[in-house]
């Protein structure tokens, strides 16, 4: 939950540190201010009791608190914007009209995915925006997985007579059917960007709850229990308290085996392209933003014409990739990215290729940010002969 500071409504006033009971105890708030006293709404009721809670700590350091659950599958958990007119925690879902006119379509859509990728960019999880559909909030389904919308749903109402709640979230599964890890923006507020209240950071502290973290006893890091306005960074604890649940950022495989780190030590394709047209290097991933990963081969004796060559990162993760294609001598070939879309594929086309000939390609961020850390393939595709 997310909310203004009045100094006396913490975690215990709205749920209660270690309570257990059959009721919302999984949807995590943040208040904006109010009366001195716990605020109690009625709330759709989850099957799931609140576990409890385990502070991590260290010398001179306050770090975030975990709820005890977690996504079964950290290396795919997917997310969703509901689509307008579906029943949703407080209401009718209106979260689309409502941001399309205030921000113009794109554009906060682009806020929620930066808050998400934000998560992505330091721990060992990968996330990916999949489709929605007409379907209400917590619908019997599968809690992580159910191919009618993702993991994460993220919807928006004007919660009834409440103008102190900014947002509330339910933790990861199991709560209820399909409700773990969704999200409700109380439209009651003034939602901006780059200003209060700064959609960003809102998401931002919102999905932190939808991956598994709570509030911290420390007032400096994003998950803080009270909104203490724009957000441009996660802050060490918050860094610390997701990587206890799901680890920091690993290498993959090609490059915890010293291969794929510079092009004198390249990820090898050659021998794939011997027997097929097309070579692919799966589960490639950029750890961190900046990072570049390098492949190379030798083109086989039927090559000839057009070939492509393609870092996917659709369905694999929020990386916007970059990819470059050299010859031998270190010469540009081609290139492909586009910066303003996240969860993408790449291409680069080119005209002709020498058989015998060796080529190298890089991938990295088409930006610095967050949307330069992700899971992708690559993919090396010779055309067919005539």
């Given at each position: 939950m997310f909310g203004l500071p009045d100094g006396s409504l913490g975690e215990r006033s709205w749920m209660g540190c270690k309570e257990v009971g059959r009721r919302l105890a999984s949807l995590g708030r943040r208040v904006v201010g109010g009366p001195k006293r716990p605020l109690r709404r009625r709330r759709p009721q989850l099957l799931e009791a609140l576990e409890d809670r385990t502070l991590m700590a260290t010398a001179g350091q306050d770090y975030i608190v975990k709820t005890g659950f977690k996504w079964a599958n950290p290396s795919r958990i997917t997310y969703s914007i509901a689509p307008d007119g579906v029943e949703w925690v407080s209401g009718k879902n209106s979260l689309n009209a409502t941001f399309d006119a205030k921000f113009g379509k794109g554009v906060w859509q682009r806020e929620v995915a930066r808050a998400l990728a934000t998560w992505q960019s330091v721990a060992n999880i990968n996330i990916v925006p999949v489709s929605d559909g007409p379907y209400?909030?917590?619908?019997?389904?599968?809690?992580?997985?159910?191919?009618?919308?993702?993991?994460?749903?993220?919807?928006?109402?004007?919660?009834?007579?409440?103008?102190?709640?900014?947002?509330q979230t339910y933790f990861p599964p199991p709560q209820g059917s399909t409700a773990g890890g969704d999200v409700e923006l109380n439209l009651n507020m003034t939602f901006g960007i780059g200003k209060e209240f700064d959609l960003y950071s809102i998401v931002l502290h919102e999905t932190g709850h939808s991956l598994g973290l709570d509030h911290p006893p420390s007032s400096k890091e994003i998950m803080r229990p009270s909104y203490g306005g724009v957000i441009t960074t996660l802050q060490a604890g918050d860094v610390a308290g997701i990587q206890q649940i799901y680890g920091a950022r690993q290498p993959d495989m090609y490059q915890s085996r010293g291969y794929g780190?510079?092009?004198?030590?390249?990820?090898?394709?050659?021998?794939?392209?011997?027997?097929?047209?097309?070579?692919?290097?799966?589960?490639?991933?950029?750890?961190?933003?900046?990072?570049?990963?390098?492949?190379?081969?030798?083109?086989?004796s039927y090559a000839s014409g057009s070939w492509q060559v393609t870092?996917?990162?659709?369905?694999?993760?929020?990386?916007?990739?970059?990819?470059?294609?050299?010859?031998?001598?270190?010469?540009?070939?081609?290139?492909?990215?586009?910066?303003?879309?996240?969860?993408?594929d790449a291409t680069a086309s080119l005209s002709s290729i020498v058989p015998g000939k060796r080529y190298h390609i890089a991938v990295t961020g088409a930006t610095k940010d967050v949307f330069g850390v992700g899971a992708y393939n690559l993919i090396v595709s010779m055309s067919k002969s005539p």
């Open positions: 209400r909030v917590n619908a019997l389904g599968a809690s992580q997985g159910d191919p009618r919308f993702g993991d994460i749903r993220i919807g928006a109402a004007p919660i009834s007579g409440n103008k102190t709640t900014i947002a780190l510079s092009s004198r030590l390249p990820i090898e394709l050659s021998n794939q392209l011997t027997t097929s047209r097309t070579a692919t290097a799966e589960m490639a991933s950029l750890t961190k933003a900046g990072d570049v990963e390098w492949f190379s081969f030798v083109a086989p870092a996917s990162a659709s369905n694999s993760s929020m990386l916007s990739p970059k990819v470059m294609v050299y010859d031998a001598s270190g010469s540009l070939l081609a290139q492909a990215s586009d910066p303003s879309k996240w969860s993408v």
